[in-house]
């Protein structure tokens, strides 16, 4: 019997790759979608064309966003990345970019219908980043909703299921979940402001929650930071 | 005092054109997003482009989605477009095309929060479309809810609208509410299946919704049709 098709959202940094361990291990056989959109920190889809090999995913594509259709911190060269600061619970930060989940789920639910895999995995966690209108359960639920209103599978079929497995988790319980899943951790990243040479600031949001994931699990950060970061 | 924004799907059809000749006589400043995706009918994106002159629009953009990602008879030239058949009530038709209005409705909400518009005009009707699952009121409400759970906008702001004016609208209704705006149909295109000098088939059910709407607003129908049809 061939595994059943899921479609995952592979951006190469620590929450998709653990999802990725996630649904292998369910046994489903992945279809992943890496979005290009301008993003500051565009080495991260080198991470996801590493995490491809190394979980030996078979279908995989590069999606293009053109410029001008997001604009944010993380896409505009010409606003900071907020530093040295985690954020606060339910403050949305600079780093929000507009409806990015909406549209990249939009694309998953359209290949998923068009392959029939009914299972769409997102690596979102509502607990480091809570500001997230699009991270949070409820989101994923409204989505999951209008899918099944919106769609020939969704008004035939059995529907579509949006998988969030890390919804709950902590970044350290995340990073546990995926070192016992044998996650090379080393091929992901973070940063959302990395120097040319592709090393992690140390001090962007992300780099922060990154750091203190690794600390709390008790495992050691693979991440190579710029010297004295 | 700056006329507010409004992002509009434009796909160079009667529908669109007659939606934005809405938007424009209620006041709205247009963003028009067309999208290029593999279909047959490539040629209503030059349709598309009339329209943006015609309207006066300033602000255009002509989106590609990735080959692959949609898969139906109106992407995929080795399957037939169906001809001479109008579609049944409650029927979903080969021409659907999985997720299709979700995903550039997406894109339009994406768009619409970075250039903060709040109103998104789609020229969708249920009426001669009752099959498609995406041309429904209760996905559009579905949508807008998501929509106001998974943005900035929504958790912080007013909130979008998902504007549909011809929802409850025939095509000869729509054909007629264009000409009263002094909308030129000549410009637009409906033909699934047109030849390469971009003729009209006369047979496909876009076709054949056209010819019935002209005839049934008793307005002369500008199309061109292949020879005969």
Redesign the interface.
Known sequence: MEPEKAVILLSGGIDSATTAAIAIEKGFALHALTFSYGQRHGIEIRSALSLVRFFRIKDH?I??I?A?????ALTDASRAVPKNRLPGINE?PDT?V??????F???A???A???AAYHLFIGATAVDYSGY??C?Q??FK??Q???N????????GGGFFIETPLINMAKSQIIQKGASLRVDYSLTHSCYDPDPDGLACGACDSCLIRKKGFLEAGIPDPTKYQSGK
Chains 1, 2 share one sequence.
């Open positions: 594509k999606i293009d053109p001008g259709v997001f604009r944010s949305i929000y507009p409806a990015r989940n909406i549209l789920l939009s694309y639910l359209a290949y219908e068009s392959i209108p699009d949070r409820e989101f409204a989505f909703a209008m899918a209103i919106g769609t020939k599978t969704g008004v035939d």
